[in-house]
């Protein structure tokens, strides 16, 4: 399912909203019976928004929270009693590198089809001031309970569709960006929706075509080079965002249209907002094949550009071809 098409191409309307104040160390959270949303439905749909390149996971059929949405589903009239068993559930996660602050959950359409939201807010000092009555004096105070559009304090969320039997869902933890917290994950009852492995090799299949769509455009040494350049970097360790693999692979080479459909290869496969790390054992590594002849002549090359190499054999002798643009002497 493409959430990111979804998101971006309709207007995000926040049908029923509540939260609760989740504490640090404390057994149970607190809870209200009802937050009215007022004038400030943009602000958290922009939140949602937030949300879209988040990871992909999908719910454990054992999951406490998919079945509180599913009751939701079935009953809207069960949205507040069901937000404060899921606050409860929350809570019993809770551990000293969890910040006190606010569990949400919203449920939202989007072009007439309903998802829900669930956001953690933690509580960020910020400080306010007022003047005095005459104006001339500035008194600073704290405010210790407030919602910031820094993206640092929406510290989880989670944007779910449900299915028939299941849901997906779409995941940002600030705390482990390429993957999702013990926490967070035990809260939620979910899973990864593709493996590393899968992953890895999407981003394979999306590199080498759209090079091959534009290998007109692009200079020889870097197609015969492409497959090698992505294997290299998912043994680099880094984690794949797919802005700086973009600019990894292609750099100077890369133009509009090529980062245009990059994208577009990106959302078509449902990965686009994925960020893991590498699977090394993914990929085969490039062949160097080597050649030795009795005079004494090596001639060592990537099974990438094997294309550029040809031998031809007869009875008496072999005649080794190599096609290039330009050639050195070490």
């Given at each position: ?154 510290h989880k969320s989670a944007l779910i569709k449900l299915g028939n039997k299941s ?164």
């Amino acid at each position: 399912m493409d959430f990111n098409q979804e998101l971006k191409s309709n207007n995000i309307k926040i049908e029923h909203f509540i939260f609760h104040i989740v504490h640090q160390g404390e057994e149970k959270p607190y809870l209200l019976d009802e937050t009215p949303l007022g004038k400030y439905e943009s602000f958290f749909a922009e939140r949602i928004i937030e949300t879209i390149e988040g990871n992909r996971f999908k719910f454990l059929d054992s999951s406490l929270v998919m079945n509180f949405l599913y009751e939701i589903n079935n009953d809207i009239n069960s949205f507040v009693p069901i937000s404060k068993k899921m606050a409860e559930h929350f809570q019993s996660f809770q551990n000293d590198l969890i910040k006190p602050g606010v569990l949400i959950l919203m449920v939202i359409k989007i072009a007439k089809k309903r998802f829900f939201s669930i956001i953690k807010y933690d509580h960020e000092e910020v400080l306010a001031y007022k003047l005095d009555k005459k104006g001339s004096k500035a008194i600073l105070e704290e405010v210790s309970n407030s919602f910031t559009k820094s993206k640092d304090s929406l510290h989880k969320s989670a944007l779910i569709k449900l299915g028939n039997k299941s849901g997906e869902l779409l995941i940002i933890d600030k705390k482990v960006r390429s993957d999702i917290s013990v926490f967070f994950k035990g809260f939620l009852g979910v899973e990864r929706k593709y493996s590393p492995t899968e992953l890895t090799t999407r981003i394979e299949r999306i590199v080498l075509d759209v090079t091959k769509k534009y290998r007109n455009e692009l200079p020889q040494d870097f197609l015969r080079s492409i497959k090698k350049g992505v294997y290299d970097i998912s043994q680099s360790g880094i984690e794949f965002t797919h802005d700086a693999f973009y600019d990894k692979i292609f750099g100077i080479n890369g133009n509009e249209n090529i980062k245009k459909d990059y994208y577009k290869s990106l959302k078509k496969s449902d990965i686009f907002g994925e960020v893991f790390n590498f699977d090394k054992n993914a990929l085969r590594k490039p062949r160097k094949i080597k050649i030795s002849t009795a005079e004494g002549i090596q001639i060592s090359y990537d099974d990438s550009v094997k294309d550029r190499v040809s031998i031809k054999e007869d009875k008496t002798e072999s005649i080794i071809t190599i096609k290039t643009e330009k050639f050195f002497y070490d």
